[in-house]
């Protein structure tokens, strides 16, 4: 099965990036550069894997989030925080978030971050931050 994913990012060579990193894992990928972007792309694809930075234009991934919440929140256990922030202030503003990644990310990380939420979502156990 291909993984579908979706890389909300802001700034021009992490999107990028990361982008090419989920390709080279075999991963079919769209990007979206705000959350407003974001917000329509998740109402109409079903994604594998977010990636999600939380400092965003026109509206914050904690607000990406918080839509998503009150709209389709089993999409939330597919979101994987990407940011500069640290774990503190990511629980501040959204407290449920279950697997943050921290910038700048380290590729071996990440995909061991995405392989160990499939593993876990295969056999049934909740992930925690990473």
Do not use: W
């Not at 991963?27 to 894997?49: F, Q, R, S, T």
């Not at 202030?89 to 407290?95: C, D, G, H, S, Y």
């Amino acid at each position: 099965m291909r993984t579908r994913a979706l890389v909300v990012e802001d700034d021009n060579v992490t999107r990028e990036l990361l982008r090419q990193l989920l390709e080279s894992e075999g991963c079919e990928v769209d990007v979206a550069p705000d959350g407003e972007k974001a917000i329509g792309l998740l109402a109409n694809v079903a994604y594998d894997v977010v990636l999600l930075d939380i400092v965003l234009p026109r509206i914050s991934g904690a607000e990406v989030m918080e839509h998503l919440l009150c709209t389709n929140p089993r999409i939330l256990e597919k979101i994987i925080v990407v940011t500069g922030l640290g774990l503190a202030e990511v629980r501040k503003l959204f407290p449920t978030v279950t697997t943050v990644v921290s910038k700048p990310v380290m590729p071996n990380r990440l995909i061991s971050v995405i392989r160990a939420r499939d593993d876990a979502r295969a056999s049934g156990r909740r992930t925690s931050v990473a």
